[in-house]
C-alpha cells in the first residue's frame, strides 16, 4: 500500500505551528481505586481499539532512569490514568495489554511494553505500532506530534512532556497533555484503517 500523495510527506515544524491547536475534551478518569480499575477493564474488554501511552519521569543525568509513572489508556467513552506509583494496577493492564481481542495501538510501543514488564508480568497480543506502520509506509518523521499533524490536521501540545510525571498529584496542564496523547493514538489507529495502512482487526 503507497501513502496518498497527500500524506507521502511530513510536514516541516513551522506547517505543524500553523496548525489548530488541539486537546483531548472528552471524559478523564484517574484511576485511583479498585472499582475504578474494574470499570475500566469493563469498557476495555468492550473496545476493540484502545490508544495506549505511558510517561515517565524526566532523568537529565547520564545513566539515570526512572520506571514508567503513569499509563493512560484511551476508549470511545473516556481516557484512563493509571498512576502507577501510588498503587498496583497490574492485573488490570496485564490483560489489556494480553488481550487478543482489543487493538493497543500507541508509539514506541514495543519500548513501552519493556519498560511495564519491569513493574509486572503480561504476555502482549495485539500490539499495533503506529510509528512503526508509519515508517513502512515511506515517512521518516513518525513521532505522535508529526503523525496528528499529517494524518489528523491540527497539533497537539507538547510543554508537559518533561514534567514530574511521578508527583503526588498531577497538575491540570499534565492531565490534559497524557490523555491527549493517548486519544490521538486512538484516533490515528482509526484513520490508518479508514486509509488501508492497517487491516481491520475485528469487525
Known amino acids: 500500500m503507497i501513502l496518498p500523495p497527500e500524506f507521502a510527506r511530513a ?4 506547517a505543524i505551528n500553523e496548525l489548530p491547536l488541539r486537546r483531548y475534551e472528552g471524559e478523564v478518569r484517574l484511576v485511583e481505586t479498585r472499582d475504578d480499575a474494574e470499570r475500566a477493564a469493563a469498557d476495555f474488554a ?3 481499539v484502545v490508544g495506549f501511552d505511558t510517561e515517565t519521569r524526566p532523568a537529565f543525568r547520564v545513566g539515570q532512569s526512572y520506571p514508567p509513572a ?6 470511545a467513552r473516556a481516557v484512563y490514568l493509571f498512576p502507577l506509583l501510588r498503587a498496583d494496577f497490574s492485573a488490570t493492564l496485564a490483560m489489556l495489554i494480553s488481550s487478543p ?5 500507541g508509539i514506541g510501543l514495543a519500548d513501552t511494553l519493556r519498560e511495564l514488564r519491569k513493574l509486572f508480568a503480561a504476555e502482549p497480543s495485539a500490539i499495533v505500532d503506529l510509528g512503526a506502520i508509519a515508517r513502512r509506509h ?8 508529526t503523525l496528528a499533524a499529517l494524518f489528523l490536521g491540527f497539533r497537539i501540545p507538547k510543554g508537559a512532556k518533561t514534567s514530574n510525571w511521578a508527583a503526588p498529584r498531577l497538575s491540570p496542564q499534565q492531565i490534559a497533555y497524557a490523555a491527549t496523547d493517548a486519544w490521538v493514538c486512538r484516533e490515528l489507529y482509526l484513520r ?5 495502512l492497517i ?3 475485528m469487525p
Not at 481481542?101 to 495501538?105: D, G, I, Q, V, Y
Not at 490508518?192 to 488501508?196: D, K, R, S
Request: charged share 25%.
Open 11 to 14: 510536514p516541516s515544524p513551522e
Open 46 to 48: 468492550a473496545e476493540r
Open 70 to 75: 503513569l499509563a493512560q489508556a484511551a476508549t
Open 101 to 105: 481481542t482489543t487493538a493497543k495501538a
Open 138 to 145: 515511506g515517512l521518516e518523521k513518525s513521532g505522535v506530534r
Open 192 to 196: 490508518f484503517e479508514m486509509l488501508g
Open 199 to 201: 487491516p481491520a482487526l
